[in-house]
């Protein structure tokens, strides 16, 4: 499982490993083999002629790793592999080994308006960034700051000559190196995720021992592009590792947590699955949640929603059934009526896993719904299902003081930023600002299972469990993405997940088939609707 540990957590951790036999040596010789592996894997995609590496190296252990790397690079052969050294490391038998290698080593002090730096980024196909590591302070000041700005200005040169403009035809992307951070985009503060404003922007970032905070946080994450990792071969149970409950999703985690699937099964096995939403203003919302429910595998899917809104979309969706509502009409809007949850109650009892709040609205006709079945879910004393909480349903819970003490047990919340705020009395900045901790603290006291979405989703628990997701899809930040997950989230529920699995589990490959979605089509125009298919 790959851990979340904070700068201070990490060197506890390698100090650990140090102590018991995997010395500081092993794990920089381990870290500059990885990085450079991973190299020569991009590099391979390149016509022989066209493999140069240029290296940036800091003064510290993150510049080791670097120089580690260009040695293990410079053995493999098949590519021209140069060093930048920010300042001389006189004596340094890194330095030396990458030289006797075929590193060619050039030094910033020698180097008057950075004219070579700018040449050997220019020439190179791929940048590697190993300037400043996992405990760097800001701002960056002085050679380091220059330093950066030159290299972030030599990546982004287009050359001397204007470019020759077919505007007929679509703009062509820079033809930029690929640029691999080691550990952390330099100029990250790796506990906040707060950067400098001249840290070069990574397409990739390959991180060791643990995920750092800031690399999941923003500012800062937006620098890392694709997030790798390697344990440098530490093993999982030194203590300091152990311990620590924040982890990173690897697909291996979420797909251990799926339900089986058993070849004698029948659909009352894969879980039953309510979904009570839908106003005239959001009529698709329960759609979606019902496609995202079917698309991970539950066995029957229910949409209560009002009547005029189940005619409109049945004959689209034929493997839902129906559980019409009276309804509120209010000018050309239709609601839930109160009237409403003696129905809904009714139907509870046959359903292992409860979506409320898809496109349900807050009006208080549907208010006094919403809560007259909250009531019921918390007096229930038989079994009761799994209730995820989405959308309206959160924003009609944020208006009541000490909402938290009228959900029922095994409840989820699924908020987007804006939404969270409301809960928790905040503004979306201070939310994103301090996304891995406040979740940590909202579960514990809301004692519930909360999803904060946004990129790096968070899932928590009241343990102190929180996982986050590798993905950043700017594509699924589009109306009805959330009713999807929702769904998915119960459906994997009512097969038999717990809460928080279930969550994990959702939230997981709905980012993943977001990622699949823009191999097809393009990131701008994936649709909710689209998502399931990808699932």
Known sequence: MIKILSVSQVRAVEAAADAGGLTYADMMDRAGRVIALRVRELLERLPDADRAVTILVGGGSNGGDGLTAAKHLAQMGGALIRCYLLQRREGDALVENARKAGV??????????Y?????????????????????????LRDDAAKLLRAAAAALDDQGELPPLIDPAAPARRSTRAYVLAVDCPSGLDCDTGEIDRFAINADETVTFIGVKPGLITFPGAAAVGELRFSHLGIPANVPELRAEKRFLVAGSDAQVQ???????????????????????????????????????????VTVAAPAPITTALAPSMLETTWLPLPAHTEGENVMIDTAASDIVIDHIKRADALVIGCGIGTHPSTEGFFYTLLRHLSAKQEARPIVILDADALNMLSSRSEWWKLLPANTMLTPHPGEMARLCGLSTMDVQ???LALVGEKSAEWQCVVVLKGAHTLIAEPTGRVAALPHKVPALAKAGTGDTLGGMIAGIAAAGANPFD?????????????????Q???PRSVLASDLAHFV
């Open 433 to 435: 600002r301090q996304r």
């Open 520 to 522: 097809q089509i393009n």
């Open 258 to 300: 799926l339900p089986s699937r058993p070849a004698d099964a029948h659909k009352g096995t894969f879980g039953s699955v309510l979904i009570v939403g839908g106003s005239g203003h959001y009529m698709g919302a329960p759609a979606l949640a019902a496609k995202g429910a079917y698309a991970v595998g539950a066995g029957l």
């Open 115 to 139: 004219r070579v730096l700018t040449n050997m980024i220019a020439s190179a196909n791929i940048v590697i960034d190993a300037l400043f590591g996992i405990g760097v302070k800001l701002p």
């Open 502 to 518: 279930a969550a994990v589990c959702g939230a997981y490959f709905h980012a993943s088939a977001g990622m699949k979605a823009i």
């Open 104 to 113: 060619s080593i050039a030094y910033a002090e020698d180097d008057q308006r």
